[in-house]
């Protein structure tokens, strides 16, 4: 997705700001060790996030562990793709409809890698299909969304997303 223009942005900040003061609470639970102010995010560094995922974004805050992981450009922009997502979706219906659809996922739907895309992480790089709890929040609408967006960015298609 591209960079909101900045009046956008600030609109969108603003109305997600519930989830981003629901983010400073969980920065305190996952002990930050570093910050900085990266296009559009504040980024901290923290000494761990549950599920030990690349990085989490909860509003305007995206949390890391390992500042490689945080540089890596697919990241920068899956992540942007998720503060879009919850200005769409209203910053109070976002995390709750996207633990829904894990807890779906993890309960009903229990997905398997052959019926995903390659580029969903739904394997571990020896080919074995990843637990069903990770494949569970893979598959989630939201994730499936922003792994297909870094993945076109990776590919040359959407030059210019946001994060890049
Ligand atoms: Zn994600």
Not at 49 to 70: C, H, K, N, V, W
Not at 87 to 109: E, K, T
Request: glycine content about 6%; proline content about 10%; some cysteine.
């Amino acid at each position: 997705m591209k960079r909101p223009p900045l009046i956008l942005y600030l609109l969108g900040a603003l109305w997600i700001l519930p989830l981003t003061l629901a983010g400073a609470v969980l920065a305190l639970i996952y002990v930050p060790i570093g910050v900085r102010w990266s296009d559009g995010l504040l980024e901290i560094r923290t000494l761990w996030i549950i599920g030990s995922p690349g990085a989490q974004t909860i509003g305007l805050i995206m949390f890391y562990t390992d500042p490689e992981e945080r540089d890596r450009p697919r990241l920068r922009v899956h992540e942007r793709v998720h503060v879009i997502q919850s200005m769409l979706w209203s910053p109070f219906a976002f995390a709750p409809a996207w633990l829904l659809h894990w807890a779906v996922n993890v309960m009903i739907v229990r997905p398997k890698p052959e019926d995903y895309p390659d580029y969903l992480p739904m394997r571990d790089r020896h080919g074995n299909p990843e637990p069903l709890w990770w494949r569970a929040y893979a598959a989630i609408c939201w994730e499936r969304q922003a792994y297909r967006i870094d993945h076109e960015f990776a590919e040359g298609k959407r030059p210019g997303a946001w994060g890049s």
